[in-house]
Structure formats: C-alpha cells, structure tokens
Nanobody
Framework: VQLQASGGGLVQAGGSLRLSCAFS????????MGWFRQAPGKDREFIAA????????YYGDAVKGRFTISKDTAQNTVVLQMNNLKPEDSAVYYC???????????????????WGQGTLVTVSS
C-alpha cells in the first residue's frame, strides 16, 4: 500500500485546511486509515483514524470538535478537514494505514504499517 498526502500550506489562526490522502494498492476491509502529526522536537501525535469498512472514527483529544476525518472508498481517499486552526496545530501531517483494527491501539503510531511522506501545515498567529 502506498499513501500520498496533500493539501498542506500556510493559514492564519482560525482558518481551515483540507488534507487528502490517496491510497494505492490492495486495501482490505480490516484496514484502518489514520492521520498523525509531528512538530519539531516533539513526538509523532495521533490525530484521527477511520476504519475502512464500517467507518468507526477516533480523534485525538487536541483536535476533537475541530477536525473531521472522512473516507471515499470509491476514490481510495481519506480526507482530514481541519477547522479553527491554531498555531499549535503547525506540524508535518502524515497519513497512515494499518492492516488490522484494534481499538485499544488505534492511537499507537507503532501499530500502523504504512506511512505517507507528510505534508506541512503552518498556522500563523
């Protein structure tokens, strides 16, 4: 599975951005697609995840109520809509995929098997 993230850029605080992740290769119903982010000097942080088949959704505490994850199974794409952005949201955002669904480890980056190249989001104050 290969992943290609896009949509990052520079935005003012309070603004919005829409990130997309296009997947290629064979994707099975058990797959989970996720977004993580990593700011300079910080650990990679869980943002959101969605199960490919039944659409169960999870969010990290820092983005609940502001970010929305969705999927388009026909286009093999996952979208992260980011609203009310804050300077602390600035980071490189990575899309990811894992082959199996386990809710207990949905936020654990080491449980993800595939990673995209990252797209930079910068939020100015």
């Amino acid at each position: 599975v290969q992943l290609q993230a896009s949509g990052g850029g520079l935005v003012q605080a309070g603004g919005s951005l829409r990130l997309s992740c296009a997947f290629s290769g064979r994707i099975f119903s058990s797959y989970v697609m996720g977004w993580f982010r990593q700011a300079p000097g910080k650990d990679r942080e869980f943002i959101a995840a969605i199960s490919w088949s039944w659409g169960a959704i999870y969010y990290g505490d820092a983005v609940k109520g502001r970010f929305t994850i969705s999927k388009d199974t026909a286009q093999n794409t996952v979208v992260l809509q980011m609203n009310n952005l804050k300077p602390e949201d600035s980071a490189v955002y990575y899309c990811s995929a894992r082959r199996t669904f386990h809710s207990a480890t949905i936020k654990v980056k080491s449980a993800y098997d595939y990673w995209g190249q990252g797209t930079l989001v910068t939020v100015s104050s």
